[in-house]
């Protein structure tokens, strides 16, 4: 078979077009963001001919983007603190201990994964009001957590289970007490599987947009996302402000990833093969 | 050697170890609690929602199935829902085809070994870590049939015919979302297949290649068959996002559907009908949306048990 000789290069041609087009409008949001409105609508394609950082001083002028980056950063990293808290508590029961309703409870987590909760926005809703939680960074906390934890739970127990139990027999027979085998035997060897949760999680919520659009109305409470939103609502003349804003709010989640790709892109997979 | 105890401290430490051994079931409290209140509870409160009448967000009287009967058999209710229905479905088919499809093609190139595998692997996952809302605002951005970079590329490469209004025509604005769908999802999918192909032993394509097997009757014959966890996977997710689809098309084209309801999605739909009023100040409109919401509710988890259900038999019989 001769095929081979003209299949190589044509894979090459085809994946590296489909690579462009997958890198090309992000470093065009990039670049634009360097530009004035008037230079980007004269030569949308041209590199800019200064990098200067006037528009970025104008965004940070006409938007608390400071407020909506501190709020991001509040909302995610609490968030994946009490997913990862309350998994790991409710990954070891199930996977260590063997009472006849842990495999009902684990159903019920895994649930979770297929349940569209979307669909339920009308009466979470209401519920946030009479929680008083409307516009406070907690109703996206809370909706984080809870939407997070049925994966991570199931990361969780996939990885205890495949954890010898010796050690933390050793430890109970020294006395040790549930809680302090978790935290200083259990834990310190789940480093792997934490790590994939946090990267999941982290992403998810701060990169959400829908919680925060229903729950969030003031604009000193607002995520990254939203904050788009009403920058997007009221400068849309103003390009150079506009790509300026969609690269500082992703800029973040670029730099992470490219101190660490590989766990970022093992992370997410792993979460949906498991 | 510990002097022996007497029989008191004895009962007490007793008592201490039952205490310890009864708290290990505190564990799994915190993420039930928080876990059934935001997510179980609202759902099955939704289904109830539907039987009701509402003024606004306040509750009134059981109405039954009306707002069933309403969202199917009343205009404009039922036509803007089959409307919507028709958009989820193509919504599924063309991401199947241009996403997954071609995420299939990549990842057997990359597992191939071409040099730069690394490189594509990065290149392609690059849109996932962005905001859906920025990847709507920035093709938004993109598509502007005036300034947008897309038609002056299609001027620069004297392929002026091809231009056009991408969002505001009603024939391409569905379209464009859900190409744009594709290109943020696409390395998810290339990172999927990649994994189901590097899971494959090797001895079976050294197998293949003595028995003649190359190039495409080695995909058709070896690939194919054991890829089916990845296919069922990657099947099912699409089709629960693609009939949740809301975030993007609202970032494109706003809660009504624009142009003219050629875009509307039932989650945009959905979400007309519980915030944005647009049943025409109408006070039946959370009721509807409930409705609406327990029939997408029961229309997802069906297929999706169903698929599962037929591929785990299929590849039990293979």
Not at chain 1, 69 to 75: D, E, Q
Not at chain 2, 183 to 205: D, M, R, T
């Amino acid at each position: 078979m001769n095929h081979t000789i003209w299949t190589r290069p044509f894979y090459y041609v085809f994946a590296f077009l489909i690579a462009s087009i997958s890198i090309y409008p992000i470093l065009l949001m990039i670049l634009s963001s360097f530009k004035t409105s008037a230079e980007i609508f004269t030569s949308p394609l041209a590199l800019p001919k200064t990098f200067n950082l006037d528009t970025y001083r104008n965004l940070l002028e006409i938007i608390p983007f400071t407020t909506y980056f501190m709020n991001s950063v509040f909302v995610s990293v609490v968030s994946v603190l009490l997913i990862l808290i309350t998994s790991s508590l409710a990954a070891f029961y199930i996977a260590r201990f063997t009472y006849v309703w842990n495999n009902v409870i684990f159903f019920f987590f895994l649930m979770g994964m297929m349940l569209p909760i979307k669909l339920g926005i009308v009466p979470l809703f209401i519920l946030m009001k009479d929680l008083n939680l409307l516009n406070s960074l907690w109703s996206l906390i809370f909706m984080y957590v809870a939407t997070g934890i049925p994966l991570s739970i199931l990361i969780l127990t996939g990885f205890f289970r495949t954890m010898p139990r010796e050690l933390e027999e050793a430890a109970r027979i020294d006395g040790a007490g549930n809680l302090r085998i978790l935290w200083n035997v259990v834990l310190p060897l789940m480093r792997p599987a934490l790590g994939t949760v946090m990267i999941i999680q982290f992403i998810q919520s701060w990169n959400d947009f829908f919680f925060p659009l229903i729950f969030i109305t003031d604009d000193l409470k607002k995520t990254i996302p939203v904050g788009m939103l009403s920058l997007f609502g009221e400068y849309s003349a103003d390009w150079g402000a506009l790509f300026a804003g969609l690269t500082l709010a992703s800029l973040p989640m670029i730099v992470l990833f490219f101190i660490a790709s590989k766990q970022f892109m093992e992370g997410l997979t792993q979460g949906a093969i498991k | 050697m510990k002097p022996a105890m007497n029989s008191d401290s004895v009962v007490k430490l007793k008592k201490q170890r039952n205490w310890k051994r009864w708290t290990i079931h505190l564990f799994p409290i915190p993420a039930l609690l928080i876990y059934g209140v935001f997510v179980v509870y609202p759902l099955f409160a939704a289904l109830t929602y539907s039987f009701f009448d509402w003024k606004g967000i306040v509750r009134g009287e059981f109405v039954g199935l009306k707002n069933f009967k309403d969202l199917f058999t009343l205009e404009p209710f039922s036509g803007l829902f089959w409307n919507a229905f028709g958009h989820n479905i193509l919504y599924f088919v063309l991401q199947m085809i241009f996403q997954n499809g071609l995420a299939f093609i990549l990842a057997y190139i990359i597992y191939k070994k071409v040099k730069g595998s690394e490189f594509l692997k990065i290149a392609y996952f690059l849109p996932r870590l962005l905001s859906v809302i920025v990847v709507g605002f920035l093709w938004k951005l993109i598509l502007n049939p005036n300034y947008g970079a897309l038609n002056v590329i299609l001027e620069k490469l004297g392929l002026e015919q091809l231009q056009k209004a991408w969002l505001g025509d009603p024939d391409t604005a569905l379209i464009s979302i859900i190409l744009v769908n594709c290109w943020y999802g696409i390395g998810f999918g290339v990172l999927i297949f990649l994994a189901g192909l590097q899971s494959i032993p090797k001895e079976l394509f050294e197998a293949g290649k003595l028995d003649g097997a190359d190039g495409l009757p080695m995909i058709r014959k070896i690939i194919l068959p054991l890829m089916v966890p990845s296919f069922m996977i990657m099947t099912v997710l699409t089709f629960i996002q693609s009939f949740e689809a809301f975030e993007l098309v609202y970032a494109m084209q706003g809660s009504q559907g624009e142009p003219y309801h050629s875009t509307d999605t039932l989650a945009i739909y959905f979400y007309r009908l519980a915030f944005g009023g647009s049943a025409g100040g109408s006070t039946t409109a959370v009721g509807l949306g409930s409705a609406l919401a327990v029939v997408l509710f029961i229309f997802i988890s069906f297929f999706t048990a169903l698929y599962l259900r037929y591929m785990q038999k299929k590849q039990v019989d293979m």
